[in-house]
T-cell receptor, first 116, second 110 residues
Framework: GAGVSQSPSNKVTEKGKDVELRCDPI?????LYWYRQRLGQGLEFLIY????????KSGLPSDRFSAERTGESVSTLTIQRTQQEDSAVYLC??????????????FGEGSRLTVL | DAKTTQPPSMDCAEGRAANLPCNHS???????VYWYRQIHSQGPQYIIH???NNETNEMASLIITEDRKSSTLILPHATLRDTAVYYC???????????FGQGTILTVHP
């Protein structure tokens, strides 16, 4: 597609349920990022994938959070046993490899998660 | 990534230039300066980046001081649609993750 696509755009769930959020990066982009943004707050880094390298999971807040990426395509962020503090917009971004442009990220519109 | 310091908020009159400062005194030689903005309820948008030379594109200009310890993003003719949070980020191509700080809330008023 032309841009980064995320689904669902909105998700309302009950506390304790599991949720999956999906990200389709721009075709050919080898790097993929997940961020979390709580209401009125800044972007919080969660996880970073680069090609076949081991992902940087240093931002995942707890073991309830996990993410996978199939090759250099789709990524899924899974939150198990959701808590109310997980309510946020989850943003995915992708970038191409190499050179001076690896910091040029293209963001999706985000998935807004509300945990009741 | 090196730490950046930005003012929490700024105002600008519509049609005037908006000059957003950023301090990055601990920047190292292989780190670039990137600027992003986030308009309310949208994902962040890349604006511009540079290493040591001044840069200009259709959105903005980036002025980096000779010692590279600070930079200024210039929106030459601000419009109401430029109201957003502007993030200054220092990032090396050898790093993985890109970290956002708190940014500057720019409000453009009529």
């Amino acid at each position: 597609g032309a841009g980064v696509s995320q689904s669902p755009s909105n998700k309302v769930t009950e506390k304790g349920k599991d949720v999956e959020l999906r990200c389709d990066p721009i075709s050919g982009h080898t790097a993929l990022y997940w961020y979390r943004q709580r209401l009125g707050q800044g972007l919080e880094f969660l996880i970073y994938f680069q090609g076949n390298s081991a992902p940087d999971k240093s931002g995942l807040p707890s073991d309830r959070f996990s993410a996978e990426r199939t090759g250099e395509s789709v990524s899924t962020l899974t939150i198990q046993r959701t808590q109310q503090e997980d309510s946020a917009v989850y943003l995915c971004a992708s970038s191409s490899r190499g050179g001076a442009n690896t910091g040029e990220l293209f963001f999706g519109e985000g998935s807004r998660l509300t945990v009741l | 990534d090196a730490k950046t310091t930005q003012p929490p908020s700024m105002d600008c009159a519509e049609g005037r230039a908006a000059n957003l400062p950023c301090n990055h005194s601990t920047i190292s030689g292989n780190e670039y300066v990137y600027w992003y903005r986030q308009i309310h309820s949208q994902g962040p948008q890349y604006i511009i980046h540079g290493l040591k030379n001044n840069e200009t594109n259709e959105m903005a200009s980036l002025i980096i001081t000779e010692d590279r310890k600070s930079s200024t993003l210039i929106l030459p003719h601000a419009t109401l649609r430029d109201t957003a949070v502007y993030y200054c980020i220092v990032h090396s191509t050898s790093y993985g993750k890109l970290t956002f700080g708190q940014g500057t809330i720019l409000t453009v008023h009529p």
